[in-house]
């Protein structure tokens, strides 16, 4: 499932910036594929429960695999998000330069890869430092937010390919917001400790 | 949750529509409260499964227990940036007619209602009709961009009040989203079927 969603984000990442209409198509048909492993490992992840009745740490790793399911399915979503984005700007001229567009990519598919690696490892110093690039992404999502605007004020020709790529930008920062929500859930899973909601830095929280 | 999550998103779209200030600003206030009950109704549920190992129907209720609290924590979340939009919309003239958003928001609302209601109530027809209203909010949203698009192109002077409503009427289709999801998560809990990726019409993928 990480794997077939890690290479649905490369190839949404690359229809935009390489201008590549068969990277656009193969996420689109990645999807239902993303979707119907969703299903299959929440339908093995209740079964365990219902079976084993694990306690403890085996309890909390199956709690994770649920929510980390449930967030990789949604990254899923978001490339292909990304891919009808990148159809409609094949469709008009290139825009030079395309902003911050492939640093924040390069920055969000890292935060991804982490985050699965800290799941599979179970990891807590990885999962710590994707914790800590989120700041990163978002505030480049402001400036370019920024740059895009004048961009559309210069000239309304602009307006479409501006919004489209507004769309990638953000859509870049929810899988970073993704990435970050696999990895509270594998601090969680390790450590029983529940990092949400206390300020971003990886501590509090215990339950 | 639940009510706190509705009284934040009645509260974003009176601070939308309404253009109230205070509006905005209780929604910011709840924020804090959801996140902490998130965590709440997250452990108590871990620790159901951890004390008494229930089976099927009681597993079943307790795994969208945890699937619903968290859709409802997003909800709060994006009650919040509309919020945000609220604000930054305050700031400049109004725009007459504001589209359609109180008919969009009035269709989600009720759609997060009944979704909440199915929940409580177990009932089946309820969720089910939950998942027959997302289509319609997809179509008004995609009516509303264009809307909004010309307006941008007619003068630059409207791009920024124009990427507010943008953004609000984006988020109201997420919160249509979220309840679909809440709507999914009592069919499966009552039913034990999973309608996920289905194609909307609540029936298949048995498990």
């Known amino acids: 499932m990480g794997s077939l969603v890690e290479n649905a984000i490369q190839r949404s990442i690359d229809a935009v910036i390489k201008r590549d209409r068969n990277a656009a198509q193969e996420v689109l048909d990645s999807e239902q594929r993303i ?20 306690m403890a740490s085996n309890l909390r790793f199956i709690i994770a695999a ?7 399915e949604r990254m899923g979503d978001l490339s292909v998000v ?32 982490t985050s699965l690696d800290a799941f599979v490892s179970a990891d807590v110093d990885l999962a710590r430092s994707v914790l800590a690039s989120d700041d990163a992404v978002d505030n480049l999502r402001t400036t370019c937010f920024h740059q895009l605007v004048s961009f559309m004020q210069k000239d309304p020709q602009n307006i479409n390919p501006a919004l489209n790529l507004l769309t990638v930008t953000r859509t870049l920062e929810r899988l970073a917001d993704h990435s970050t929500n ?3 859930d594998v601090l969680f899973f390790v450590s029983g400790v529940d990092v949400r909601h206390s300020g971003g830095d990886g501590t509090a929280n215990p339950r």
């Open 35 to 54: 979707n119907s492993i969703e299903l299959e490992i929440d339908a093995l992840a209740i079964d365990l429960l219902a079976l084993h009745q694990p």
């Open 66 to 72: 649920l929510k980390i399911n449930s967030n990789l």
């Open 82 to 113: 990304i891919a009808h984005s990148a159809r409609a700007l094949i469709e008009s001229p290139a825009i030079e330069p395309m902003v911050d567009i492939p640093y924040i990519a390069g920055i969000v598919q890292s935060m991804v890869r």
């Open 182 to 184: 696999i990895a509270e």
